[in-house]
């Protein structure tokens, strides 16, 4: 049960981060998707992946 809780835990946190950019800079959240558009694939997928590694490696450290 616990693993699935936090797995909610993190989506819900993800929910929330999304929906105060969203809510609080909607022009900038435009913006920025239409600069992405011009990001070749390649970096885009370099970009993605760093922000996985990244993202495991904080939740390693919180949980060692």
Do not use: I
């Amino acid at each position: 049960e616990a693993p699935l809780h936090d797995f909610l835990d993190a989506v819900g946190l993800v929910l929330v981060l999304e929906g105060v950019f969203y809510g609080l800079l909607p022009n900038f959240a435009k913006k920025l998707a239409d600069q992405v558009k011009a990001v070749p694939e390649p970096t885009l997928r370099v970009a993605g992946l760093v922000s996985v590694a990244a993202g495991v490696g904080v939740v390693w450290l919180v949980r060692r």
